[in-house]
């Protein structure tokens, strides 16, 4: 198999985000590695669903369980996810990629209940009939998506975690990908929200940072112009506006370098360092 350089990762970039077809996509990695290529390179960019499963969901540690709650045109879904002990716990929402809510994902919400925190996963597309199985799928329904529709199912579910029994009152978030952009769009219009963990996620208008509230942690890659376009601006925005903001680069990574089930992407060195980052933030700015 031919080495995963940059040009096809940008190109993987491209076709994960709606920028070309499946078709026009296996056209052009065919015309670059070759046709005996395809398969191997196919199998490093994508994800491996063997691989999501970290925190089984019968750990003695954590209590999961299946939820509902009101959306603004549906019923909105998710995964709950808990410490096992008693008490009351920091509120998170963990928001999913552009593909919905995975097993990746709800391993991330387990993740996060291990560190002590009251975590929804919530499914962007349950008023749509939920995450898909076929990824490609639950790529298409997400770009039907407007912000404002996804923000707002999504914003639904702080005053669910803030009246929940277990928690402390106080919500955060952390996404990835398009679920990064969405803790941007979150904090954007929803002031209840008292911290945000960005992991490579767009930007909003910058005519909206003022409205900003919570206290964000951002989390980019080196290579990754799309997104990194608009985070200079972002941040001299938000640091203008009197806003607490942190913002890391991390050297020699890919978008997606925290996604652990994607191998070419994923960066076992930076990841474990933003995640120390990203409970320590949550932990600093949920204290009850």
Excluded at 22 to 42: E, H, I, K, N, P
Aim: charged content about 20%; some cysteine.
């Amino acid at each position: 198999m031919p080495p995963i350089t940059q040009d096809i990762i940008n190109l993987y970039d491209r076709f994960t985000h709606g920028q070309m077809s499946r078709r026009d996509f296996m056209d052009t990695l065919t015309g670059v590695v070759g046709v005996g290529a395809v398969a191997g390179v196919l199998a490093s960019l994508a994800n491996d669903v063997a691989r999501a499963q970290t925190i089984a969901a019968t750990d003695p540690r954590i209590v999961t369980e299946r939820v509902t709650f009101p959306g603004p045109d549906g019923v909105m879904a998710g995964l709950l996810a808990r410490p096992a002990g008693e008490g009351r716990f920091p509120a998170v929402i963990v928001i999913h990629e552009n593909r919905g809510l995975n097993p990746h994902i709800q391993d991330v919400v387990r993740r996060v209940a291990v560190a002590g925190f009251l975590a929804l996963g919530v499914d962007a597309l349950a008023p749509d009939g939920g995450t898909p199985e076929d990824e490609d799928r639950g790529r298409d329904m997400i770009a039907r998506l407007t912000p404002a529709v996804a923000g707002a199912r999504i914003a639904s579910a702080i005053p669910f975690l803030t009246a929940h029994p277990r928690s402390n009152g106080r919500v955060g978030a952390t996404g990835f990908c398009w679920g990064g952009g969405m803790v941007n769009e979150l904090a954007a219009r929803s002031p209840e929200l008292a911290a945000g963990v960005v992991y490579y996620g767009i930007q909003p208008d910058l005519a909206r940072v003022p409205g900003i509230r919570a206290a964000l942690l951002i989390h980019y890659a080196e290579q990754d112009p799309r997104i990194n376009a608009g985070a200079s601006a972002y941040e001299a925005a938000l640091r203008a506006a009197g806003k607490t903001v942190e913002a890391h680069v991390y050297p020699g990574t890919q978008h997606a370098f925290n996604n652990d089930t994607g191998a070419a992407r994923f960066n076992a060195e930076a990841a474990s360092l933003a995640w120390e980052r990203t409970l320590a933030w949550f932990r600093r700015h949920l204290a009850g």
